[in-house]
């Protein structure tokens, strides 16, 4: 299993790469594989198969140094590489001679005060390289370095933009940047992820995200102490269930959903044909009548169990009658479009004050805000249950206001999985993924996609799918979140914007997310391993 891409502060990549030194990794060497890395990403993106030409804006630390090493080597792969020196490189700069000695045309930006040779640069080049700044800078830039980034920003048009470690004017620790930062569309980072591109307004200027591994010992403390990550389509993949020719429906096992009400139909719907397609071999929805007339004749693979209804809702006495069907079921899912009607309140009370053993349970929107009400709620749950809510519901169930929860969503989700005992799934832009024990993974996409009524849903049915496979509490909710959220970038690429995508789309693209999964095709992922 590959070792996960850590999400770090400044300070922790820091003590990462002085650690990795000692240990034998030299910081030459890492320069080395990072510029090796940052070429090898420009050359296997499907965005520029056709590319030959190259310029680079070049600053004088190492940040210019990886990029002066990714000039040479596509110098050597038969590119007309360009370095332009926006702060001069130290005397007597060995990567500056090497590009030199592969061809590489080299100008200073002191020379060129009207910008005439950089905008010829820049017109004839195919692929721009930002390697000026790195992740330690703090804002505000100085002036010479903002005049050229904010002249290169204005130029049209920009070649393909490849940021090295980051957007040069970004501040990787709390995501703030420069007015003249030039926004990319592949940020290739070294070994990790800065916290800071995950958060706005940086998340918006780096475009798909890279990472290159720098090769340092896996047992390194300070990669140890690590605890948030990064989710990514090789990690996603291995913790996917076998899918053996020998295989029969109970393989996949069964997923028992309570969901829907009179208001809420098209919810039940949405998390069922979910958790089917996910792989799940058997859906069952226990629904009130209303519910069922509506969907039963769209959902011909969907087996059902009817209960009592009440006030448009499913009745209190019905909590029986799920634990009653019960025996078969490998996960349990309750809450999608459920209604907040008191007979349904009594209801999941009831089915939660019962002591009986459950199935591995997903708990999301109304199901959620009803099972607050329970005093102790969480320690009714069967353990580890995923919990699903949005800023709005994570509110309800802690007492925090939304603007706590999102000002730290990281450490708000962290917290209150390890007090609960519970996975949380904070659900937004850059979802995250918190276990009890700690660990928390990122999912590297924000779209306005997936900002849509039954978004949610559809997530829901995915993790109750994967979870009635086998799949483990954890690496569930962090897969069904990966294949959801890349699920809506198929969907919006496939309508052309994000404003016409509904919760259907992004549930009828959940097949093509996994065929890329399953397949290995990660060119398009909103993070991709870049080999050295």
Known sequence: MMRPIPLVNVDQMRAIEREGDARGVSYAEMMERAGRGVANAVLTSPAISQAKSVVGLIGSGNNGGDGLVALEHLAKAGWKGRAYLVRPRPEGDVHLQRVRNAGVEVYEAKRDADFKVLDEWLSESDVLLDAVLGTGIQLPLKPEVERVLGHVRKFTPLPFVVAVDCPSGVDCDNGQASPA??????????????????????????????????????????????????????????WLPERPASAHKGTFGTVLGVAGCEDYIGAAGLAAEAAYRSGAGLVRMAVIPAVRSALAGRLSEVTWLTLPERDGGIAEAAAQSVLDHLERATALLVGPGLGTAPATAGFVQRLFSQRLPLPPLVLDADGLRLTATIENWYEKLPSPSVLTPHPGEMSGLTGLSTAQIQADRSATARRFARQWGHVVVLKGAFTVVAAPDGKVHHIPVASAALARAGSGDVLAGLIAGLLAQGVAPYPAAVAAAWIHAHAGLIAQTRMGQSASVLAGDILHAVPDALTRLYNREETQDAVRVIPV
């Open 181 to 238: 930062t030039i926004p990319a569309q592949l940020t290739v980072c070294m070994d990790a992820v800065k916290i800071g591109l995950l958060r706005f307004p940086a998340a918006e200027l780096t475009g798909q995200l890279g990472v290159v591994p720098l090769g340092l010992p896996a047992d390194l403390t300070a990669l140890q102490q690590i605890s948030d990550f990064v989710a990514c389509a090789a990690e996603v993949r291995s």
